[in-house]
């Protein structure tokens, strides 16, 4: 069994040079390959250090040391609506999880305390849906459009081209990605499954790159893929418990006998879904559909399929830019919200547009706002409320952990959650005086407003710089490694075309 192409009807023609990658133990357990893999430890002295500094950084030292952390005086959006948030607050981390939040939170013993006046606290975004293995293809294809571009040069002739240390590094480079820009969380569509070693390296990076991340087991190419079978080796070499960073779900075409292998191991199911309306259907008719499966830019479906999708207890993932830009269809924003689901936000890929959610949440909110402008100069009566910042931040959010099946440890600024959380400079000259921190944080700020990021507790950004990570090295493994695709693959771009 193989997983249909997610775009196009068939899978990847070939896996050029699949005899050529290195053995499993070459790639991931030599020692010269695991120092090409690795990043600084955690716990290295290069972790207490702001990266690119000449000086070891005390405070930095003395957050990551204490197993309770006071974040002190931050403007609060904890996305909790029975919570609330707060003008000015207190947030109280121990072990990595949230303890308090509250004003003037009064603490005693060993307690590292973070100053966060002029910052905007808010839980970490979640992004639903990435293909992290394009992270060494950004911007390869600026003006591209689905067809004939990305499933030409992108499904059939790049993605079979890479060996699992190419994997390695565009996955990398997608994590680390995401974290600086505030991005906590991830689900990771690994359509690059070529060999079981492609698909270690992909859980390897997820791992060194300390993101929290949904690994969606997905199809490859070529002789040497063992989707979907492989899924039972993953699971029980990597994911056996429950209290990790990483969780596992499986990418699935409309084959019942892919979702009835995500049943078989007890894992969500994560499927593009465009235009479909008729199989999809037919898959719950047959009962395979499960609460948690997620659905993937849902474009042209009819009322019967959304209303399957909400009735099973489905999740929705909603890539804006991707689809207007790239030609999928019309977003599918405000079917989601006419049909009772809340939407998810993702970027997709980085191949043609920015993963920020910056980015990410402005496009959803100006395109479904220019729908209800559009049929209300229509003369429509009764059109839909307009959505509102609160709206799609949650979206960002909450509604990205409920869809990544998260929602019990993050998506919330909630008491007893895990500290995926990240600080935002408010004290700026494009956004002082600040009116409403909502919508600041929506539609006025960038990636360059995060300042610091939590995961689980444990600082991955800190002053505007990530945390023990060689970025030198990092970067020199991506370039190395996109080099090495680009010739396989005898593909070339234009730097200034």
């Not at 600084?40 to 197993?67: C, I």
């Not at 474009?299 to 890539?319: F, K, M, Y």
């Not at 004290?427 to 006025?444: E, I, K, R, W, Y």
């Amino acid at each position: 069994m193989s997983e249909p192409n997610d775009h196009s009807p068939g899978a990847p023609k070939s896996a050029r040079d699949v005899t050529m990658f290195p053995s499993r133990r070459s790639v991931l357990e030599s020692g010269a390959a695991m120092a090409a893999f690795g990043l600084a430890a955690q716990g290295s002295p290069d972790a207490a250090m702001a990266q690119g500094a000449g000086a070891p950084d005390a405070e930095l030292a003395r957050l990551q040391a204490e197993r309770r952390v006071l974040i002190k005086g931050g403007l609060v959006l904890t996305m909790d609506r029975q919570l609330g948030d707060f003008a000015q607050a207190d947030i109280l981390i121990e072990d990595g999880k949230i303890r308090a939040v509250r004003p003037d939170i009064a603490v005693s013993g060993d307690v590292a305390v973070f100053d966060a006046t002029n910052r905007i606290v808010i839980p970490g975004f979640i992004d639903t849906h990435s293909h992290s293995y394009q992270g060494i293809l950004r911007s390869i294809m600026p003006n591209g459009e689905l067809d004939p571009d990305y499933n030409r040069d992108v499904q059939t002739t790049l993605t079979p081209a890479f060996s699992p240390p190419d994997v390695y590094a565009g996955v990398l480079m997608t994590a680390l990605g995401m974290i600086d820009t505030g991005t906590t969380a991830m689900v990771d569509l690994c359509q690059i499954s070529h060999t079981p070693e492609h698909s270690d390296a992909c859980i390897a990076a997820l791992r060194d790159s300390g993101i929290r991340a949904v690994h969606a087991y997905s199809r490859g190419a070529g002789p040497a893929t063992r989707y979907p079978q492989d899924i039972a080796r993953l699971q029980r070499t990597y994911f056996s418990s429950k209290d990790q960073l990483l969780t596992l779900a499986l990418g699935v075409g409309l084959d019942p006998k892919l979702f009835a292998a995500a049943r078989e191991v007890g894992v969500p199911a994560v499927l593009h879904l465009r235009h479909q309306s008729a199989p999809f259907i037919a898959l719950g008719r047959a009962g395979l559909l499960r609460e948690g499966d997620e659905y993937i830019h849902c474009n042209g479906l009819t009322p019967e399929a959304w209303q399957l999708i909400r009735d099973t207890g489905g999740h929705v993932s909603i890539c804006a830019a991707i689809d207007m830009t790239m030609g999928h269809g019309t977003p599918a924003v405000q079917d989601a919200i006419d049909h009772g689901v809340r939407p998810s936000l993702s970027s997709d890929h980085g191949v043609t547009i920015a993963q920020d959610f910056f980015s990410v949440m402005r496009t959803t909110f100006t395109f479904q706002r220019l729908g209800i402008f559009e049929r209300r100069r229509s003369g429509e009566r009764g059109a839909p409320p307009l959505l509102t910042c609160r709206e799609v931040l949650e979206f960002a959010t909450i509604e990205g952990a409920r869809c990544a099946n998260l929602a019990d440890k993050v998506g919330t600024l909630t008491p007893g959650k895990e500290a995926d959380l990240v600080l935002l400079r408010a004290d700026q000259a494009s956004l002082c005086p600040m009116s409403n921190a909502v919508g600041t944080v929506v539609n006025m700020m960038n990636p360059g407003n995060v300042e610091t990021v939590f995961i689980a507790g444990k600082l991955k950004k800190w002053r505007g710089r990530l945390v023990g990570v060689d970025l030198d090295r990092t970067f020199r493994l991506a370039s190395e490694a996109r080099e090495a695709v680009m010739r396989r693959a005898g593909f070339s771009v234009n730097l200034l075309g």
